[in-house]
């Protein structure tokens, strides 16, 4: 069931956050240092884990694949969120970056499609 993959996600999260947190605060900055790569870490790791561990049924597994999946992009997101702020007040070459590698990756969308075509579709 999809369910348990967001209690899965959201442990994962929850526990990244934290730990984030007290890294930050050991080394003396006041900021979440690492917590989101700290909970896709441990969301990879427990969820490789149920295979050898615990006996799930296949809804289970199909819920916390599902979410596994959709955490980076999520993730991506938010850090993306961030560093938009941060560019904002930065200045303008900040801003000309960001916009020519949004601009260069949506230039590659053709040739990934390309590659795509020349697959075989297996649905």
């Known amino acids: 069931m999809v ?5 899965l996600l959201s442990f994962c999260m929850l526990v990244g956050v934290f730990v984030g947190d007290i890294l930050g605060n ?3 900055v ?3 240092v690492g917590g989101v790569g700290i909970a896709m870490l441990l969301l990879i ?11 799930i049924g296949s809804a289970t597994e199909n819920g916390i694949h599902f979410w596994s999946a959709m955490y980076i992009p999520i993730v ?19 801003i000309i970056a960001g916009v020519a590698a ?8 053709p040739l990934l499609d390309r590659i795509h075509i020349g697959e075989k579709d297996d649905s």
Do not use: D, R
Request: glycine content about 6%; charged content about 5%.
């Open 3 to 7: 369910i348990y993959g967001v209690a």
């Open 26 to 28: 050991l080394i003396g």
């Open 30 to 32: 006041q900021a979440n």
């Open 45 to 55: 790791i427990l969820s490789n884990l149920s295979h050898y561990k615990f006996q």
């Open 76 to 94: 991506v997101a938010m850090a993306a969120k961030q560093n938009v702020i941060a560019a904002i007040s930065s200045g303008w070459m900040a």
């Open 102 to 109: 949004v601009v260069v990756s949506f230039a590659m969308l």
